[in-house]
């Protein structure tokens, strides 16, 4: 984890020059232990429940107080990953197949001057965990471990703009059947979280050899799938302690 009260600088002048150090508020806490499998965006796996947990600075019930009166959250947070790779002027969007590029601030990628990223998420719980503040919310696109840098309560009459062009990315992608092995017998609740991350294909845009397997790591298993043009067969599901599965990382740059 790489130390973002050093790295998240910048300098802006007003009057005088004045150097302004972000350091995180909070971590994210979930299933996602690799990059390969988020979703691409947030709020496409619902069913997938993250916490967001305080640092010890910003543990007080104090700093949220109110925010149950809310039912969504955007949280600012950084791209740990690609921080140290620097950016790259256009990148190749999945939802243009991986093949044609557009500028860097017209995608999401994480490859970006300041690689920060915006999600909308919606407030399952807000609670104390041994006197630190934890909010549980479903729907986030983000890794396990992330720094969330600020939060912000999500205001429908402002924050939605439903006459709002998307560009590129009209065109919706399709979601795709999902068929399991009989065995292991999976929890309900795995079952559907798991379904809602493999409907959306994370295969990089690119790629489109139906024999070509792919792994990634959730929660306690690893998963490994095959993909074609309509389905998502899943191999198998073993235990994270049984097997590792090396990590397929995302497809935007």
């Not at 020059?17 to 508020?25: L, R, S, W």
Request: hydrophobic residues 35%.
């Amino acid at each position: 984890m790489l130390s973002f009260s050093q790295v998240f600088k910048f300098v802006y002048t007003y009057g005088m020059k004045q150097t302004i150090t972000i350091t995180p508020i909070a971590y994210v806490r979930n299933g996602y232990h690799t990059a390969f499998a988020i979703p691409r965006q947030s709020s496409l796996a619902p069913a997938v429940v993250s916490s967001i947990v305080f640092t010890p600075e910003y543990a007080s019930e104090a700093l949220v107080r109110g925010l149950e009166q809310f039912s969504h959250l955007w949280l600012i947070w950084g791209f740990s990953d690609h921080y140290e790779e620097g950016y790259n002027k256009t990148v190749r969007p999945p939802r243009l197949g991986g093949k044609q590029r557009i500028g860097v601030f017209v995608s999401r990628s994480p490859f970006r001057p300041n690689p920060l990223g915006l999600s909308a998420v919606k407030i399952l719980h807000i609670y104390s965990e041994d006197g630190v503040t934890v909010i549980d919310v479903t729907g986030a696109d983000l890794k396990n471990g992330t720094p969330v840098f600020d939060i912000k309560p999500y205001i429908p009459y402002s924050d939605s703009i439903p006459e709002a062009s998307g560009g590129f990315t009209e065109e919706h992608m399709q979601k795709k059947q999902v068929f399991f092995p009989e065995e292991p017998a999976l929890d309900e609740n795995i079952r559907t979280e798991l379904t809602q991350i493999l409907a959306q294909d994370p295969r990089p845009g690119f790629h489109h050899d139906p024999e070509r397997i792919y792994g990634f790591a959730y929660g306690s298993y690893e998963v490994r799938f095959k993909a074609d043009d309509t389905a998502i067969t899943v191999i198998s599901i073993t235990s994270r302690s049984e097997n590792h599965t090396p990590d397929t990382a995302h497809p935007d740059h």
